[in-house]
């Protein structure tokens, strides 16, 4: 069993960035890709972002290619979403998930809700106009 924690979720004007974590506990890691999801009020879970195991792989959304950076230390357990030039539709609640991984990354999977076995609390991202 995996418990997920997000952090470093906050309010931010247009054009800033933040820096979100997923720290996992129970297990670590290895093993595992991780990604991350958004849901704004009113709207559908979405695909942000997901790095495979030991970080060989990363897919992005094309909502966020070249804004959104990913980041995973497996030693300290911790996946990290660097968000820059935030948009007032970057607005939500971020998730982090993780899935086993037994080969090489599914792309498909990897950016379906139900790829994944995984999931934290979420935190909140509010970007302001």
């Known amino acids: 069993q995996v418990q997920l924690v997000e952090s470093g979720g906050g309010l931010v004007q247009a054009g800033g960035s933040l820096r979100l974590s997923c720290v996992a506990s129970?297990?670590?890691?290895?093993?595992?890709?991780v990604g991350w999801f958004r849901q704004a009020p009113g709207k559908e879970r979405e695909f942000v972002a997901t790095?495979?195991?030991?970080?060989?792989?990363?897919l992005y959304a094309d909502s966020v290619k070249g804004r959104f950076t990913l980041a995973r230390d497996d030693a300290k357990n911790t996946v990290s979403l660097q968000m820059t030039s935030l948009k007032p539709e970057d607005t939500g609640v971020y998730y982090c998930a993780a899935g086993q991984q037994t080969g090489p990354l599914n792309v498909l999977t990897a950016q379906l809700a139900s790829g994944f076995d995984y999931w934290g609390q979420g935190t909140q991202v509010t970007v302001s106009a």
């Open positions: 790095i495979g195991w030991r970080g060989a792989a990363t």
């Open positions: 129970g297990r670590d890691f290895d093993g595992y890709f």
